[in-house]
């Protein structure tokens, strides 16, 4: 099995940047994996996906050109690199993992999850 444990959330204001990580206990090197978020009220929504090998990446409409995922699969860590913050994207952020080598975009294919970290962007 796979325990995740993410880092790395805290208090941003829009335009700023924030790195979030990733580390599993276990090893997913095989895996795919995605970073979701959930706003108080709303359902937990897609953010990132990225292949086992790092090479293959996928993003929401709403991120997408301003967040950026890569994996050290040595460290056995991913990663959710934020940029250009804005307050929309203020969240509870969670990494998964999904026993496939493909990304997918609903979070009921994932297996594994981590506790969450929280993200708020002030305007």
């Known amino acids: 099995q796979v325990q995740l444990v993410e880092s790395g959330g805290g208090f941003m204001q829009a335009g700023g940047s924030l790195r979030l990580s990733c580390a599993a206990s276990g090893r997913t090197f095989s895996y795919a994996m995605g970073w979701f978020r959930q706003a108080p009220g709303k359902e937990r929504e897609f953010v990132g996906g990225?292949?086992?090998?790092?090479?293959?990446?996928r993003y929401a409409d709403s991120v997408n050109g301003r967040f950026t995922m890569s994996r050290d699969n040595a460290k056995n860590t991913v990663y959710l690199q934020m940029n250009s913050l804005k307050p929309e994207d203020t969240a509870v952020y969670s990494c998964?993992?999904?026993?496939?080598?493909?990304?997918?975009?609903?979070?009921?294919?994932?297996?594994?999850w981590g506790q969450g970290t929280q993200v708020t962007v002030s305007s």
């Open positions: 998964a993992a999904r026993r496939s080598v493909v990304i997918s975009t609903d979070p009921k294919n994932y297996d594994y």
């Open positions: 990225i292949s086992p090998s790092g090479a293959g990446k």
